[in-house]
């Protein structure tokens, strides 16, 4: 339960009436004449907040701040009780606010007494520590808390882990947005964490090519971020009131911004002209055999239970209010809560690794979802190796790179962009095939999130989007046809007079292997665009794009998703959030690496002093990125990073297990040696070579870049 603000250490018996169930309860709470103190009910298991007034006695009928048996305490305190018309509670409002959340969602006025407090009261709450003098709303159960004193994070009644006011942030040097200190990338745009603001002068390359490109990057990140605010600002899942079900609420009316994206990643306008249109955004609806619908976001229905689990759309919207670093935690537990236990029998998958799309497949289609929830133990064939985490990191990265290998014409790049979207085209040679491999990838990118690896390949925002049954709309066209999209909104801010010169129809063109076609949008395509019909003609256009030409294969990787991985259980993260979750770090930070790492056996005692250790620490730090992705993909079998940083590296059974570097004898290796299940670095002792620091250094990074670049499978010792 959440615990008082009082600093008092001595303590009475107290008699109080909880508000919810009015059962009577002695408690042994702080003498202190004005102390707030949050109490769980231990019948109804209710929280509530008593303000104490002196007790004198148990027996004597003596009142407490909630009441007593015997009728309305005879003290000002009873002037403060608030009584909720739904669901008749009785609450006392927290101080200095003027209305509060009863736990049955009902918003509630403070009475006047409460919201003026004495200055004398005031004075008397100074001496109280600064992480008690902010409260934290429980965003499942809404109950207002104080956190206990010097806590960053404390559990709600309700079994959610809560966020103190004061936990330490960090704020991102491109959009200024904060993000929680355990997240090694800003939440709202992606940008990894960095010590100091990234100039001309401290990036690793400083040529003309590479700027552009870091510049194009940052302005990529942008404009993710601002379009998660702005889609934060016009669509909000909450409840319902009349039906007690979540859906999508739009409280204003949405904009359509005129120009194209091409001033935003310049700097654009800072104030461009806005048009209100009606409502453009949709979700797709998908039904049990992978079949999509478009319907209007207002009208989407939210999967809101996680079948199989006690998890219900409360627990749903409490995790989804929750700060991303505990969104994680909440989701590792719930995903374990599903998965099946290691004693029950795990599934053994053996596969060539010049044929390890082929023979994963044919794997994966003959299994049942339920048993993709089991732990899988992979083997490459003449490679023996047992899989603790090394081999089936090394397995998903090699799937990866083939899945989006765009040559295989599954996905290819989006517009502007090195994300991946659906190739509308990947049907054209086998349909059934194709729809068959399509459902592989879903299950392929939901095992990995399930197992905790990572995919170091993109996917576009439209695709996390209807991953998350997000509302798209317009916006959303930029990241497959940003020529398209810049095109509509003309159309919408242009006079009908204009609209009728274009001579547009509702219809549409595509082209594939030099062959050119005409797609109808509306009945036959022939019907003229107006002034008075040209928003339907948007919103055909945008279905079109955006679910009709690729319906299919996305109806069949959002069922091979969902195979894995309930839709409902990633519904608490957005799509910034989701992408940072699947994809990792895409920069390696050096120092959280350094601090992340433990060492053993004769580097133990010195730890970062050790010669050896010294030596290899500098030839990490003159790498570039692609060798440092090389040593880290050697040692983990991954070349990206959660997203929590190098504190959050896992084994195969979802512990963590930092980065260890491990001494060996050159007698017994002269190369060093890779443990990727343990995330361990066997580093040979170059100091017995000697104390010159540049015989043994030299001798270490070279060995070190042989073995980087060598062809390396896996093996026993």
């Not at 303000?51 to 004597?60: A, D, V």
Request: glycine residues 8%.
């Amino acid at each position: 339960m959440g615990t008082g603000a009082s600093t008092s250490t001595t303590s009475a018996l107290r008699r109080i009436r909880c508000g919810s169930c009015r059962n009577i309860l002695a408690l042994n709470l702080p003498s202190n004449s004005s102390g707030d103190v949050c109490v769980s009910c231990p019948y109804c298991n209710e929280v509530s907040q008593i303000k104490m007034e002196p007790q004198r006695n148990l027996g004597g009928g003596g009142s407490g701040g909630g009441g007593s048996s015997g009728g309305p305490p005879p003290n000002s305190a009873n002037q403060d009780i608030i009584n909720c018309t739904d669901c008749n509670r009785s609450l006392i409002s927290p101080p200095n606010t003027e209305r509060f959340r009863c736990p049955c969602g009902k918003i509630m006025y403070a009475t006047p007494s409460r919201t003026t407090t004495s200055s004398n009261h005031n004075r008397s709450r100074s001496t109280r520590s600064s992480s008690t003098a902010e409260f934290v709303r429980c965003p499942r159960c809404s109950v207002v808390l104080s956190p206990p004193p010097g806590a960053t994070r404390f559990r709600c009644v309700c079994n959610i882990v809560l966020s103190a006011p004061n936990a330490a942030r960090w704020t991102c040097n491109l959009c200024e947005r904060s993000s929680p200190s355990s997240i090694q990338a800003c939440v709202s745009c992606g940008n990894p964490r960095s010590e100091r603001p990234r100039t001309s002068s401290n990036r690793p390359d400083g040529s003309e090519g590479a700027l552009d490109q870091h510049a194009a990057a940052n302005a990529f990140r942008l404009r993710r971020a601002n379009q998660l605010a702005q889609s934060k600002k016009m669509w909000e899942r909450r409840r319902d009131p009349l039906t007690n079900q979540m859906r999508w609420f739009n409280d204003k009316p949405i904009e359509v911004v005129a120009g194209s994206t091409a001033a935003a990643t310049t700097g654009g306008n800072d104030n461009p002209s806005t048009t209100p249109a009606p409502e453009r955004a949709f979700v797709r609806q998908i039904s049990s055999d992978g079949i999509l619908s478009w319907v209007p976001a207002s009208e989407a229905k939210v999967v809101s239970a996680v079948e199989g689990t006690q998890i219900d759309s409360h627990d749903l919207e409490g995790a989804a209010g929750l700060p991303f670093d505990q969104k994680i935690a909440w989701f590792q537990n719930a995903t374990a809560s599903l998965r099946v236990p290691r004693a029950e029998g795990v599934v053994k998958i053996s596969v060539r690794r010049d044929h390890i799309l082929e023979d994963t497949f044919q794997v994966f289609s003959s299994m049942h979802p339920n048993d993709f929830r089991r732990s899988l133990f992979f083997e490459f064939n003449e490679e023996k190796g047992l899989d603790y985490g090394g081999v089936a990191r090394e397995l998903f990265r090699l799937l990866f790179n083939q899945l989006f290998n765009v040559d295989f014409a599954l996905f290819k790049l989006s517009s502007g962009s090195v994300t991946y979207g659906i190739h509308e085209n990947s049907s054209m040679v086998n349909e059934e095939l194709s729809l068959e491999y399509f459902r592989f990838a879903g299950q392929v990118l939901a095992k990995a999130l399930f197992d905790g690896h990572v995919c170091q390949h993109h996917l576009s925002l439209p695709l996390y989007k209807h991953l998350l049954a997000w509302p798209c709309g317009l916006t959303d066209l930029e990241y497959v046809d940003e020529v398209l999209a810049s095109s509509l909104r003309q159309l919408m801010n242009a006079t009908e007079e204009d609209v009728e010169c274009m001579d547009l129809t509702f219809s549409t063109t595509t082209s594939a292997f030099g062959k050119t076609e005409t797609v109808a949008l509306k009945g036959d395509g022939e019907d003229l665009v107006t002034g008075t019909n040209r928003d339907e003609y948007c919103h055909l256009l945008i279905k079109y794009y955006l679910l009709d030409r690729v319906s299919t294969q996305l109806g069949q990787l959002l069922r091979g998703f969902y195979d894995v991985i309930p839709q409902a259980l990633i519904s608490c993260f957005d799509f910034q959030e989701l992408e940072l979750l699947c994809c990792g770090l895409t920069q390696i930070d050096l120092n959280d690496w350094r601090r992340n790492t433990i060492y053993t056996k004769s580097y133990k005692s010195l730890g970062d002093n050790h010669p050896v250790i010294r030596w290899f620490w500098e030839c990490v730090g003159e790498y570039d990125d692609e060798t440092r992705c090389r040593l880290l993909q050697f040692v983990t079998g991954s070349s990206r990073v959660p997203v929590s940083g190098f504190s959050g590296l896992q084994g195969n059974d979802g512990n963590v297990r930092l980065f260890t570097i491990d001494s060996v004898s050159l007698k017994d290796s002269i190369f060093p040696r890779a443990h990727t299940c343990f995330n361990r670095l066997d580093l040979p002792d170059f100091s017995e070579l000697g104390s010159a620091d540049e015989i043994g250094r030299d001798k270490l990074k070279d060995a070190l870049t042989k073995v980087l670049h060598m062809e390396l499978g896996f093996g026993l010792e």
